[in-house]
T-cell receptor
């Protein structure tokens, strides 16, 4: 399977614990995005990387959240001191960004469903 | 005000019917527009891009009205497999800003 993969698919954790999710994008894609989706809502942008550089972070991304893409390939999203409000589906997407294009597709992974008890 | 607003539905239609719904966006600088489809507990997948002149892809027709800042999707001859949530998506393309803004989705259920 050459699509975007995410691990784990499900995570249940107790409030106050730290969790880390991994995303492996499509191999030639230079851009990687993290989104969060709660029930009944569309995905909300969290952050994105071009290669290894983190170019933008949403104000939704509090200081308890950190994301990395150390070698410009896979990415990790860590949430420290989890709260019940962090319960959501965390989606990763990747795209191949050509500066000449303004129309492109982001390919989404299956997501990691986080439940904080 | 949300950047992208959609009628949540649900739209319950019989097989073979035509169903249409809109979304509105608030930022006039939005430059790219899409419809994504999301099945229950699955990831979003691109259905089609939306162009200023309007475009068709099989049974699906998308329209963009920049003056009124709305996008529409029409599904003709609906199939059971069209049952899903349809997400309206806009993108503001700038020097470093390629994030997508999603609506909350319109749920369509096609019944036999």
């Amino acid at each position: 399977d050459t699509g975007v993969s995410q691990d784990p698919r499900h995570k249940i954790t107790k409030r106050g614990q730290n969790v880390t999710f991994r995303c492996d994008p499509i191999s030639e894609h230079n851009r990687l995005y993290w989104y969060r989706q709660t029930l009944g809502q569309g995905p909300e942008f969290l952050t994105y990387f071009q290669n290894e550089a983190q170019l933008e972070k949403s104000r939704l991304l509090s200081d308890r959240f950190s994301a990395e893409r150390p070698k410009g390939s896979f990415s990790t999203l860590e949430i420290q001191r989890t709260e019940q409000g962090d319960s959501a589906m965390y989606l990763c997407a990747s795209s191949l960004q050509d500066p000449r294009d303004t129309d492109y597709e982001q390919y989404f992974g299956p997501g990691t469903r986080l439940t904080v008890t | 005000r949300k950047e992208v607003e959609q009628d949540p539905g649900p739209f319950n239609v019989p097989e073979g019917a035509t169903v249409a719904f809109n979304c509105t966006y608030s930022n006039s600088a939005s430059q790219s527009f899409f419809w994504y489809r999301q099945d229950c507990r699955k990831e979003p997948k691109l259905l089609m891009s939306v162009y200023s002149s309007g475009n068709e892809d099989g049974r699906f027709t998308a329209q963009l009205n920049r003056a009124s800042q709305y996008i529409s999707l029409l599904i003709r001859d609906s199939k059971l497999s069209d049952s899903a949530t349809y997400l309206c998506v806009v993108n503001i393309v700038g020097s470093n800003d390629y994030k997508l803004s999603f609506g909350a989705g319109t749920t369509v259920t096609v019944r036999a």
